[in-house]
């Protein structure tokens, strides 16, 4: 195998004529600059110097592989200088999958900051609620995600061999109509006193998850429309069509018109995180993006 230092040391003996100049222009010996020449020789399997008198001349073969040094150097250069730049946080780029709520709440603070302390970072931006997200990471096709799960879910070694950043606790909170009877409760109201309400449920996950809560509390919600987009649920209750139950940071993602939010009992809880690769976390554009979407998080939870 023909290794960059041995190239090196041809050229700069190419480019001298000797083994001793060729030692002063790299900063070695001339036994040094000798010994790798033996070495690259070996390793090809062919001369490629043939002394004439005090100075080296390059064989057919010599010629040949220091016409090719000169692109294979200025690769291996540029490559460490990328490398390098990408590990002193001056270039990379991470892609980033979030669930809506997070990407209009969580995401644009983070990726602010990010930008403002590491210009050279450049993080793309897809949407998809977990599980798939999470599906995403794993196949490869995202270097972080984020995700959420519900507090007493089962599954929680789902992600046991990712690394798991917590970045703040979210509670489901119900929307109601302006109008509605329980729109200015004080404290929390029961989950049951909805019982008999028209519901408007949420993306897939959090709908089962409200299925649940209201199986837990005695009844079966009637869901009479379903959708993934938060500001038509906003809407729909708005327009007195029925009540929901949100997540916390879905509530604020939008401008939430004609409807008041309520605290529940039981309270429900999601934690929300943002998971890579254990090699990804070693990534320092990576480490950093992590760091920011804790900080956002943090912030959020703060100002609540």
């Keep these: 195998m023909i ?5 090196r040391v041809l050229r700069a003996v190419a480019s001298t004529g000797s083994f001793s100049a060729a030692g002063r222009e790299l900063g070695c010996t001339q036994p040094a600059v000798s010994q790798q020449m033996k070495a690259l020789e070996s390793s090809v399997g062919t001369p490629l110097l043939v002394r004439t008198g005090r100075e080296m001349r ?5 010629e040949a592989l220091v016409r090719h040094a000169a692109g294979i150097i200025a690769g291996l250069t540029a490559a460490e200088e990328e490398v390098a730049a990408i590990a002193g946080l001056r270039a990379g780029r991470v892609r980033l999958v979030s669930f809506p709520s997070g990407s209009s709440t969580l995401v644009p603070t983070a990726l602010a900051a990010l930008r403002a302390a590491h210009p050279g970072t450049r993080v793309s931006l897809e949407e998809a609620e977990p599980p798939r997200s ?17 507090e007493g879910a089962a599954g929680a070694e789902e992600w046991a061999d990712l690394v798991v950043r917590p970045l703040l606790t979210d509670r489901l909170v119900a929307l109601v109509p302006e109008g509605h009877r329980l729109a200015r409760a004080e404290g929390s109201v029961a989950i049951g006193e909805l019982a008999r309400e028209s519901w408007i449920a949420g993306c897939p996950r959090c709908r089962g998850q409200l299925v649940e809560v209201c199986e837990g509390a005695g009844f079966t919600p009637r869901i009479d429309f379903a959708t993934d987009d938060y500001p038509a649920v906003v809407g729909l209750v708005g327009a007195g069509l029925g009540v929901a139950v949100l997540p916390q940071l879905a509530v604020e993602s939008v401008r939430p018109r ?5 605290s529940l009992e039981p309270s429900v809880r999601r934690e929300i995180v943002a998971l890579t690769l254990p090699d990804l976390a070693q990534v320092p554009a990576v480490t950093a993006t992590l760091d920011e979407l804790a900080r956002a998080g943090a912030r959020l939870s703060a100002a609540r």
Excluded: N, S, W
């Design 3 to 7: 290794e960059a230092r041995h190239l």
């Design 58 to 62: 390059l064989t057919q073969a010599g």
């Design 134 to 150: 999470v599906e995403l990471l794993r196949e490869g096709d995202c270097d972080v995600a984020l995700a959420f799960r519900y």
């Design 258 to 262: 004609g409807v008041r939010a309520v």
